[in-house]
């Protein structure tokens, strides 16, 4: 995800939603990611205001192609991309195909991380687990994936309460007015590098250095 005043992919740039993106975990499906140069994802609305535009798309493949376009061609706003082949293949506990697809996305992940500045956030995670070893094809209970790219920060991200704090994080990288009212950011924008980057990008005149 690139990060606010830069692009976000949640995969968060404008807001575009591509469908679908996924992540590699053990037992779990993940689907999502979202990255912003503020923010880029796959979506449709209007300027500045909800999703500008829309990509369908029918393969994971197809959906990396298309982040990798449109992270190319936007400097900011949030790009959310779902890469529904974990999902198809998680509920039909095909394993070879779900692993191929781990396999996929993690080399496509390979290259296109070196795309991502400093100033952009990226955060790969899922919407709920997918054993595709366990009997039936019902969603499972495995714990989800949160991996987060940002300006060289490492650590971890610990257990979250809820999902609702990848939208608590996307929240303060755009600088929202308002606080998200559900979940908690787990990074930190408000470093002296950070406001220097906001009042670059959104004539926001930084507060004093921390």
């Known amino acids: 995800m690139r990060a606010c005043g830069g692009r976000a992919a949640c995969l968060a740039r404008r807001a575009e939603?591509?469908?679908?993106?996924?992540?590699?975990?053990?037992?779990c499906?993940?689907?999502?990611?979202?990255?912003?140069?503020?923010?880029?994802?796959?979506?449709?609305?209007?300027?500045?205001s909800g999703v500008t535009h829309s990509h369908a798309t029918h393969s994971n493949a197809e959906a990396m192609e298309f982040i990798d376009r449109l992270w190319e061609r936007t400097h900011d706003g949030l790009l959310?991309?779902?890469?529904?082949d974990f999902d198809r293949f998680g509920h039909a506990r095909d394993m070879p195909g779900y692993a191929a697809s781990l396999a996929q996305f993690d080399a496509w992940l390979g290259k296109f991380l070196p795309k991502v500045a400093p100033d952009d956030l990226l955060i790969i995670t899922a919407d709920h687990g997918n054993d595709p070893a366990f009997r039936g094809t019902d969603?499972?209970?495995?714990?989800l994936p949160l991996l987060a790219h940002y300006d060289g920060v490492t650590g971890s991200l610990g257990t979250r309460e809820t999902l609702a704090d990848v939208a608590a994080t996307?929240?303060?990288?755009?600088?929202l007015k308002e606080t998200w009212p559900t979940g908690k950011p787990f990074l930190d924008f408000k470093t002296p590098k950070a406001r220097q980057f906001?009042?670059?990008?959104?004539?926001?005149?930084p507060?004093?250095?921390?």
């Open 80 to 84: 959310f991309a779902n890469l529904d």
């Open 207 to 210: 507060g004093p250095a921390a």
């Open 139 to 143: 969603h499972t209970r495995e714990e």
């Open 198 to 205: 906001r009042m670059k990008k959104g004539g926001i005149p």
């Open 170 to 175: 996307l929240a303060e990288f755009f600088h």
């Open 29 to 48: 499906e993940p689907r999502k990611l979202s990255g912003s140069r503020r923010a880029r994802s796959r979506s449709r609305a209007s300027a500045r």
């Open 17 to 27: 939603l591509v469908s679908p993106v996924r992540c590699s975990m053990r037992h």
